[in-house]
């Protein structure tokens, strides 16, 4: 597969993310700012496609300063730009923008740039090149995505991941631990955005669903400001083709109250807050509870190859989770929950106590790496795991479920 870099010489750029509604009215005449100097871009990342939705996505990018941001779209015969926020600011900060895209037709495709201004002295101005990003299509008759996991920045692994991957996909979800603790500040932007340099989501657009590991450390707080998520929510679902997806946070594999964590974790209330919106929202929206497939994904497993607590320090699986969500995924009829975690790949089928089966990639050493694809049409829903020679792992398949 073609790995894509981002260009040095391409404009783009990101500033502290300023999140918010943004406004879209006709693109403004371009200013007469100068260009960034060499070696001194505004934009550090590509434009980074992200939580993609059937009305729009959002679009984050990286920046070296304080900066102001909007995007602008192509829309028949015009040029429409979105940003802005809700309190009468333009989308601005210090090291990342985010802008939300709305009002899109579900399946379609549309060629975006982001333009990045300075909000000091010396003015500049940053285009990124034209690029395209395409709608989540809901009714479409099939579906095909793709999985990494517990990537943990090692650069080797996320370059080889890139190259491995098919770019022709409707979506991309990391499923947790991009890194392995927030204690430097200046983590976040590249890892999050531009993992080892790549423009990963040139082709194809994010989703992120949180890892323990990304809740640790110092700065770990911050990366909510860059994490885009449909609802803006760190939980969420959604539609694409005959595939209904849940993402759930299962938050850290220790007590809330652990001495490593120094506070800075509350992921028992988030749990049950889950709990409480898979009976709410997951059971009630015909779109998620009559398709014809039924994923759910969320970073530590809710099954494991040996669930003995003994003589251990942290959660293998995530008991804590399972207690909470187990009846409402039953009732839902979930047909597979897709994890990481582990470091090791694992399959466990579905059985009458669990009828919901459960699949578990490796990671972060290249040599335990693991990337799935999944196809989905009218006769089957098929996981593909391969390792980093593409060679294949496991393959499942599911039958669709018989729908009202």
Not at 349 to 372: M, N
Request: charged residues 20%.
């Amino acid at each position: 597969m073609k790995r894509r870099h981002f260009l040095a010489s391409a404009t783009t750029g990101i500033a502290a993310i300023s999140q918010a509604a943004s406004a879209q009215t006709p693109a403004t005449p371009a200013q007469t700012a100068p260009p960034s100097p060499a070696g001194d871009a505004l934009a550090t990342t590509p434009p980074v496609v992200m939580a993609p939705r059937a009305d729009g996505a959002e679009i984050v990018w990286g920046i070296s300063r304080h900066a102001r941001g909007w995007v602008e779209v192509k829309q028949d015969a015009e040029v429409k730009r979105f940003g802005g926020n809700a309190f009468g600011f333009s989308t601005q900060g210090t090291k990342g923008l985010r802008v939300r895209l709305h009002d899109f037709a579900p399946g379609t495709t549309h060629t975006y740039r982001t333009v990045t201004e300075s909000m000091t002295e010396p003015a500049v101005r940053e285009e990124s090149p034209w690029r395209t990003l395409r709608t989540l299509a809901p009714k479409a008759e099939e579906t095909h995505f793709l999985v990494w996991n517990d990537t943990h920045q090692n650069k080797e692994t996320i370059t080889r991941l890139h190259a491995a991957s098919p770019d022709s996909a409707d979506f991309l979800l990391w499923n947790g631990d991009i890194c392995n603790d927030w204690h430097k500040e200046e983590q976040i932007i590249p890892t999050l955005l531009h993992p080892a340099g790549t423009d990963f989501t040139a082709q194809r657009p994010l989703f992120f669903v949180w890892g323990n590991h990304d809740l640790r450390g110092q700065y770990g707080y911050q990366l909510a400001d860059h994490a885009a998520a449909p609802e803006g929510h760190s939980y969420y679902a959604f539609r694409s083709g005959p595939v209904a997806v849940v993402c759930l946070n299962t938050g850290e594999d220790k007590d809330d109250d652990h001495p490593s964590f120094k506070g800075r974790v509350a992921c028992e209330p988030l749990r049950r807050e889950q709990a409480a919106w898979l009976r709410s929202h997951v059971l009630t929206t015909p779109e998620l509870r009559d398709a014809p497939y039924r994923v759910v994904f969320c970073h530590i497993p809710l099954r494991w190859l040996n669930e003995s607590e003994e003589g251990r320090t942290y959660d293998a699986f995530s008991r804590r989770s399972r207690d909470l969500w187990h009846e409402a995924l039953v009732e839902w009829k979930a047909q597979i929950v897709v994890s990481g975690h582990t470091h090791e790949h694992a399959w466990l089928p579905q059985s009458p106590e669990r009828p919901y089966a459960q699949l578990v990639g490796g990671g972060p050493k290249p040599d335990a790496a693991t990337f799935t694809e999944a196809h989905a049409n009218g006769s089957r829903l098929q996981f593909t795991m391969r390792n980093l020679q593409g060679e294949v792992l496991r393959q499942h398949e599911f039958a669709p479920l018989r729908t009202t």
